[in-house]
Nanobody
Framework: QLQLVESGGGSVQPGGSLRLSCAASGFTLNYYHIGWFRQAPGKEREGVSCISSGGSTNSANSVKGRFTMSRDNAKNTVYLQMNSLKPEDTAVYYC???????????????????WGQGTQVTVSS
């Protein structure tokens, strides 16, 4: 059974950093695109970043230059390094997986079929 478990969330001051982890089980990351998404209270879920099965990444304009996504195939884990955090980054962050039908990944939540339970990120002074 495919399962994704996020960790690494927490509270941080503006300008700080966090690294989120998404541990996969029941499948091998190599054959899937993995995305990070977030949802703030009262807002729709939005795409943050994704990494394709081939390792290429794609990010939302709002996080480019601040967030970096990477993958460790040996650990079957995907990471989201978040730097220069802003209060508007506050949200529940989810990772999700989809079969790598296309070469490149996308950050549309509707493209993803399997989701983790989420981890809270709060950026506040």
């Amino acid at each position: 059974q495919l399962q994704l478990v996020e960790s690494g969330g927490g509270s941080v001051q503006p300008g700080g950093s966090l690294r989120l982890s998404c541990a996969a089980s029941g499948f091998t990351l190599n054959y899937y695109h993995i995305g990070w998404f977030r949802q703030a209270p009262g807002k729709e879920r939005e795409g943050v970043s994704c990494i394709s099965s081939g390792g290429s990444t794609n990010s939302a304009n709002s996080v480019k230059g601040r967030f970096t996504m990477s993958r460790d195939n040996a650990k079957n884990t995907v990471y989201l390094q978040m730097n220069s955090l802003k209060p508007e980054d506050t949200a529940v962050y989810y990772c999700a997986a989809t079969s790598a039908v296309f070469r490149l990944c996308a950050t549309n939540p509707r493209d993803y079929t399997d989701w983790g339970q989420g981890t809270q990120v709060t950026v506040s002074s």
